[in-house]
């Protein structure tokens, strides 16, 4: 029981971290990014990668975040004249021919069979010390990129991306460059989910192409809808929910005796019904975003 709640704290705080990148270009920014899982599968096979090489864990990490910093500023330069739509369906693209190469690229990325054997970062220091030092580890690392991204979304940059949002024609009129915004946004938002997956592919000592499935970025783009777009609290809200729900149901499968398959099902079910109800009665999710009106 105790080594269950602390992988599911441990997985909680990464998912964080990636819905906070998430946040950051849809929440303040309204970019619909729909491929934003692969900055993550980046940072994983970044991590496997230098690993394999026999590079520092530091330096892995440090190479899948600039990794995705550079597709983040390629995307956001993607289709000048798309429309927000047709640019969140050029993202999606973007992740799944990405998740293609990883499938088939067997010299690089183990083909479908992904690189393993990527060690924990606190192997040595033994059971269950090195699974608390891993879940502090994210957690100050979840910690401080949410006061990072507080104050980035209550300070000037966070107020042109607000106005590049809401009002874009007036944003340029003010003197702002929206592609830079954009692209800063993006890359912001990447270097974060790069980390958290690099986190993720230590924790799981694997690294794999399931790991970009589209599946994974609208889990988080669910995490943002219940929590709520733009305000970091609600992220973390919406990423604690479903987590929890994620967590309840192998409790419920062996109380009550149900096969893997409708546990699968009844996890699904319950994340869906709790974004319906969200959407139905607190569409702007649990802790909406605040702005200030001018009268």
Same mark, same amino acid.
């Given at each position: 029981?105790?080594?269950?709640?602390?992988?599911?704290?441990?997985?909680?705080?990464?998912?964080?971290?990636? /819905?906070?990148?998430?946040?950051?270009?849809?929440?303040?920014?309204?970019?619909?990014?729909?491929?934003?899982?692969?900055?993550?599968?980046?940072?994983?096979?970044?991590?496997?990668?230098?690993?394999?090489?026999?590079?520092?864990?530091? /330096?892995?990490? /440090?190479?899948?975040?600039?990794?995705?910093?550079?597709?983040?500023?390629?995307?956001?330069?993607?289709?000048?004249?798309?429309?927000?739509?047709?640019?969140?369906?050029?993202?999606?693209?973007?992740?799944?021919?990405?998740?293609?190469?990883?499938?088939?690229?067997?010299?690089?990325?183990?083909?479908?069979?992904?690189?393993?054997?990527?060690?924990?970062?606190?192997?040595?220091?033994?059971?269950?010390?090195? $699974?608390?030092?891993?879940?502090?580890?994210?957690?100050?690392? !979840?910690?401080?990129?949410?006061?990072?991204? %507080?104050?980035?979304? %209550?300070?000037?940059?966070?107020? #042109?991306?607000?106005?590049?949002?809401?009002?874009?024609?007036? $944003?340029?009129?003010?003197?702002?460059?929206?592609?830079?915004? &954009?692209?800063?946004?993006?890359? /912001?938002?990447?270097?974060?989910?790069?980390?958290?997956?690099?986190?993720? $592919?230590?924790?799981?000592?694997?690294?794999?192409?399931?790991?970009?499935?589209?599946?994974?970025?609208?889990?988080?783009?669910?995490?943002?809808?219940?929590?709520?777009?733009?305000?970091?609290?609600?992220?973390?809200?919406?990423?604690?929910?479903?987590? #929890?729900?994620?967590?309840?149901?192998?409790?419920? &499968?062996?109380?009550?005796?149900? %096969?893997?398959?409708?546990?699968?099902?009844?996890?699904?079910?319950?994340?869906?019904?709790?974004? !319906?109800?969200?959407?139905?009665?607190?569409?702007?999710?649990?802790?909406?975003? &605040?702005?200030?009106?001018?009268?």
């Amino acid at each position: 029981m105790f080594d269950f709640f602390i992988s599911t704290l441990t997985v909680a705080g990464i998912y964080g971290l990636m /819905a906070l990148g998430l946040n950051v270009q849809a929440g303040v920014s309204g970019l619909l990014n729909f491929g934003h899982i692969a900055f993550a599968g980046i940072g994983a096979y970044a991590t496997g990668i230098a690993v394999q090489a026999g590079w520092h864990p530091v /330096a892995g990490a /440090a190479c899948g975040v600039l990794v995705a910093m550079a597709l983040g500023w390629c995307v956001a330069r993607l289709g000048r004249q798309l429309g927000s739509d047709y640019w969140g369906i050029a993202t999606l693209a973007i992740a799944e021919i990405l998740r293609t190469v990883a499938t088939n690229e067997d010299w690089l990325t183990g083909g479908a069979n992904g690189i393993a054997g990527i060690p924990s970062l606190f192997d040595g220091l033994g059971r269950p010390w090195s $699974a608390l030092a891993f879940l502090a580890l994210v957690l100050l690392a !979840l910690g401080a990129f949410a006061l990072l991204a %507080s104050r980035l979304a %209550s300070g000037r940059f966070g107020r #042109a991306l607000r106005l590049m949002r809401e009002e874009p024609q007036l $944003a340029i009129c003010m003197g702002y460059d929206l592609r830079q915004l &954009k692209s800063h946004a993006i890359m /912001a938002g990447a270097a974060v989910t790069a980390l958290g997956g690099s986190l993720y $592919a230590h924790y799981m000592s694997f690294a794999g192409p399931d790991y970009m499935m589209a599946a994974e970025t609208f889990l988080l783009w669910t995490m943002l809808m219940i929590g709520g777009l733009g305000n970091t609290a609600g992220v973390l809200t919406g990423v604690v929910l479903v987590q #929890a729900a994620y967590a309840l149901v192998p409790f419920a &499968k062996d109380h009550f005796h149900f %096969s893997s398959d409708l546990a699968g099902a009844l996890r699904l079910g319950l994340i869906g019904a709790i974004l !319906l109800a969200c959407l139905l009665w607190r569409s702007q999710g649990l802790i909406p975003e &605040k702005l200030r009106r001018i009268p």
